[in-house]
């Protein structure tokens, strides 16, 4: 199954979802997931293993962070090579002030922003999805 690439149809077709629960970056030695946390997303760096993991499984764990993200689901199947949708919502967001770490799955884009501000960027994706397709 392929995802959309033109950028028209994934900008104004994104559906931003705000999932609920707060999240957080972490990072452990070594490559293995600490048993009693269920990350949504682990990257693999030389310096150790990223875990996105909900807040509470963090300070459950004992697992220090530094920034408490909301996590937005866009719920459009974008093509894992298509061009310009992460920089057209990375402008957006950063037109007003909004910082995003964007995880790319197969299915969906995964945008986390500070958790303070995370309706805020959901209104923000949604008013640059209405824009496009007026385009």
């Known amino acids: 199954m392929s995802g959309?690439?033109?950028l028209?149809?994934?900008l104004s077709g994104m559906?931003?979802?705000l999932n609920e629960g707060r999240y957080v970056f972490c990072t452990v030695a070594g490559s293995t997931v600490p048993a009693g946390t269920a990350p949504v997303a682990t990257v693999l760096e030389a310096e150790g293993l990223t875990l996105v993991l909900r807040q509470e499984d963090a300070d459950a764990a004992g697992l220090a962070y530094d920034?408490?993200?909301g996590w937005i689901t866009l719920r459009i199947h974008s093509a894992l090579d298509a061009v310009g949708?992460?920089?057209a919502f990375a402008t957006e967001l950063g037109a007003h002030g909004l910082s995003c770490n964007v995880i790319a799955g197969y299915h969906h884009d995964h945008l986390f922003v500070d958790a303070a501000r995370a309706t805020e960027a959901v209104a923000v994706l949604e008013g640059l999805a209405a824009r496009s397709a007026q385009d």
Request: net charge neutral; hydrophobic share 25%.
């Open 67 to 69: 920034y408490t993200a």
């Open 8 to 10: 028209r149809k994934l």
């Open 85 to 87: 949708l992460t920089a």
């Open 4 to 6: 959309e690439q033109d």
């Open 15 to 17: 559906r931003p979802e």
